[in-house]
DNA sequence: CTAGGGTTAG
């Protein structure tokens, strides 16, 4: 056995961590086999080795069985840690990416200050990314400008991993210009990364058009080029343009990753493009790209969204063994807006058998399809259930969704007296699902109480006004109607507009109200004539009470006409087969008329047009639709 | 050793 006892080194190891001097450690896989290297090399005395040293470092601290606090520990035993070792410490504290990546990314930098008081070894260009990094996440500019004079003293700058930290650091701390300057007077054209963090930047800033440009102009585009671009598009709801620029990839030559699909699934989502959407799980499968908890959960709501609620269970399934909180939000969701709520709430028990605590997300989902079915007491006991056994603080939502619960219910005293009582300042999102209870349930006076408060608190809001009109219609209060409608032209109120869209072979064709641009506008035009004459054959009589505008009964009529649904639904039947489901997608919630007028089209036509509002699915078949009338 | 990601009340 050998016993000799290694010297510490003097300032920089002649060293050098290689394969040659300790492959056993290498070559450990497990975290159990290093602790008995670990414990082996104390008896030897090779733990004073500093390569030793440095690479059971770097196992603890790098590879996949990582343990950042047996790293810290372990360093604090090293006697004279080498460059190596310091490197390893810094980058494994930076690197964390769990809940305290705070906290470590301010021991990364005591680390790096630790080193240059020991003055024993200087940081290097593998030092200074790390750093870097430590103070990009903690969005330091000052100890990052600090580094800046460092690297540029110790002539760094130049190195591109160094660089593109350097240059990651002022764009994560918000500094464009200094990020921009350097990346100018540098022009590492072939630095692909650095253009990547350059635009990744500008979509941090919200400045879509100036990463646009830079995406145009750079030499190289690799796969993450694409990718910042459609989650920079996607998440700032430029959903088009997203879909735009994955297609855009494929043209040339660079192929979507895991990432890819990740980043475009939500726009796909938003959109309701199914088609897109099961060309990406083809994709997905036909690469072999892994369809775990993650780009599983994006399937699921993809599905979900788009209107295959069947789709979207059998990919949760198939997700085994990892489903986390997030997968589990994505099913109940799914599951609540499609009116699903049995299957919801088995969903909410079974995730719990699974060994999975639900997330206040998760009771979100729960307690909206409690709500939109009707099950009161069912929604009392999960939101009893979330308070009481897993001690989650309601938030703002779960009031919203109680209200709206309760309210729907015809609970209105009740619905009242919790916003009343609850801790957190209501909003207008819980008054405007009191409103519409109100109106449900015909309680003109609470109503128009409501409704007025809101109006003081939110004068610029076209939705009080709308909620306040359709009370006053609903009670057929001409009268009332016609002074919103004055107050509103007053203070230059516009109701949002209207917007519906379907998807045909992967093309999005969106309509808004009165709709004629439409290349087959004429076609349009006619059909809506016919499904007008078919609804008034079978005695079907247009419900104007939810137009807002002060007009006569035939222009009402007329407005309804219109309804971008409408035209949507006409432009489905003259674009497809018989019997195809129409799938379309709303921007507002349906009205009444549009709601009764779909289901008598859907038996007519003998067609499932399964619609999307702002809110929730409708799947209307054979005259009757699958929210039985409470929405 | 550098870049990119999923769920959320009406």
Not at 100 to 106: D, E, K, Y
Not at 219 to 238: D, E, F, L, R, T
Not at 406 to 434: C, F, S, T
Not at 538 to 553: A, F, H, I, K
Request: hydrophobic share 40%.
């Amino acid at each position: 056995m050998n016993t000799t006892i290694y010297k510490p080194s003097t300032s920089t190891s002649p060293y050098h961590p290689s394969s040659s001097l300790f492959p056993q450690i290498r070559r450990c896989k497990t975290a159990r086999h290093l602790k008995q290297i670990h414990a082996h090399f104390i008896k030897t005395g090779q733990i004073h080795h500093p390569v030793a040293a440095a690479e059971i470092l770097k196992f603890i601290s790098l590879s996949s069985q990582r343990d950042i606090n047996y790293a810290r520990k372990f360093f604090t035993q090293i006697h004279h840690p080498n460059r190596f070792s310091w490197n390893t410490i810094i980058r494994a504290l930076a690197d964390s990416d769990d809940d305290s990546f705070h906290v470590n990314s301010l021991e990364a930098l005591l680390y790096f200050s630790d080193m240059l008081t020991d003055g024993l070894v200087d940081p290097n260009k593998f030092t200074f990314p790390c750093v870097l990094k430590a103070c990009a996440k903690l969005a330091r500019i000052q100890e990052g400008k600090q580094l800046h004079g460092f690297i540029a003293k110790l002539g760094l700058v130049s190195d591109e991993f160094v660089l593109s930290n350097l240059v990651r650091m002022y764009v994560m701390c918000g500094a464009m210009k200094d990020a921009h300057v350097l990346f100018y007077t540098r022009r590492l054209e072939g630095n692909v990364v650095l253009w990547n963090v350059m635009i990744d930047g500008y979509v941090r800033m919200g400045d879509l058009t100036a990463s646009r440009e830079l995406f145009d102009s750079m030499p190289n585009k690799s796969v993450v080029s694409w990718n910042v671009m459609i989650s920079g598009y996607a998440q700032s709801g430029h959903f088009k343009e997203a879909i735009e620029m994955f297609r855009d990839m494929q043209v040339g030559d660079v192929s979507p990753n895991y990432v890819t699909l990740v980043s475009v699934l939500p726009a796909i989502s938003r959109l309701g493009a199914l088609d897109l959407g099961e060309w990406v799980h083809l994709y997905a499968e036909k690469n072999e790209i892994e369809i775990d908890d993650v780009l599983g959960s994006a399937f699921v709501d993809m599905y979900s969204k788009c209107g295959s609620i069947d789709k979207a269970v059998q990919v949760f399934e198939r997700i085994r063994n990892k489903k986390n909180p997030i997968t589990w939000s994505a099913i109940i969701g799914g599951l609540a807006m499609h009116g699903q709520a049995r299957d919801a709430l088995d969903c909410f028990w079974g995730m719990q058998q699974a060994g999975v605590t639900p997330s206040d997300v998760v009771y979100i989902g729960v307690l909206s399809a409690c709500s939109h079915a009707g099950l009161v007491e069912e929604g009392r006991s999960v939101y009893y259930h979330m308070v009481n056994v897993v001690g989650l603080v309601p938030r703002i939502e779960h009031y919203g969704c109680m209200v709206d619960l309760l309210g729907r219910a015809g609970r209105l005293e009740e619905a009242e007296q919790l916003i009343l009582n609850m801790p957190i300042k209501p909003d207008d999102v819980i008054y405007k699902a009191l409103i519409g209870a109100c109106k449900m349930h015909g309680n003109i006076e609470m109503g128009q109480r409501i409704a007025k408060k809101l109006m003081d608190w939110y004068p610029h809001d076209s939705g009080s006004y709308v909620a306040l009109s359709n009370m006053f219609a609903s009670e057929g209060n001409w009268e009332g109607v016609a002074k919103v409608r004055l107050k509103m032209k007053d203070m230059d109120i516009r109701k949002d507009p209207g917007c519906s869209w379907i998807e045909l072979d992967g093309v999005i064709h969106e309509f808004l109200v009165e709709d004629d641009f439409h290349p087959r506008a004429e076609g349009i035009h006619s059909m809506l004539e016919e499904i007008s004459n078919q609804l008034r054959s079978v005695g079907y009589r247009p419900n104007t009470t939810q137009v807002l505008l002060n007009m006569d009964e035939k222009e009402k009529q007329s407005a309804l006409h219109y309804h971008s649904e409408k035209i949507a639904i006409a432009f489905g039947l003259i674009s497809t087969r018989p019997q195809t489901p129409l799938r379309i997608v709303k921007n507002l919630r349906l009205c009444e008329d549009c709601h009764s007028s779909i289901k008598l089209v859907s038996k007519i036509y003998n067609r499932k047009i399964i619609v999307r509002d702002r809110r929730r699915f409708h799947h209307f078949e054979n005259g009757s639709c699958s929210c039985m009338d409470y929405w």
